[in-house]
């Protein structure tokens, strides 16, 4: 299984971006897929992800802000970032895990089998 991402880039505070994930040997829609992120000097920390059982789920600084999103066709997902603020600096990276974790595993990065090399976004103020 291999994941990449892609769409990452420099952008100014208040705009936006779009991350997308593609993979090869895996169906990404029959699995637990995500984002996470890592700032430098910081742990890697949950962003979104979701599952046929639970949905979407958010972390509590991108609601409202984030939506992820998955294309069956195209065997993707992807990121939409809004809005976006200095603090969402980071290594962005996209995961696959197994398809019936539950909502309170899914912020764990360890519950994650596959993981794309990482995108940087940055977000001058």
């Known amino acids: 299984v291999q994941l990449q991402a892609s769409g990452g880039g420099f952008v100014q505070a208040g705009g936006s971006l779009r991350l997308s994930c593609s993979a090869s040997g895996r169906t990404l829609s029959s699995y637990t897929t995500g984002w996470f992120r890592q700032a430098p000097g910081k742990e890697r920390e949950f962003v979104a992800s979701?599952?046929?059982?639970?949905?979407?789920v958010y972390a509590g600084s991108v609601k409202g802000r984030f939506t992820i999103s998955r294309d069956n066709v195209k065997n993707t997902i992807n990121l939409q970032m809004n809005s976006l603020e200095p603090e969402d600096t980071a290594v962005y990276y996209c995961s696959s895990g197994p398809a019936q974790l539950i909502m309170s595993s899914m912020s764990t990065p360890a519950r994650y089998d596959y993981w794309g090399k990482g995108t940087l976004v940055t977000v001058s103020s």
């Open positions: 979701f599952n046929r059982r639970t949905g979407p």
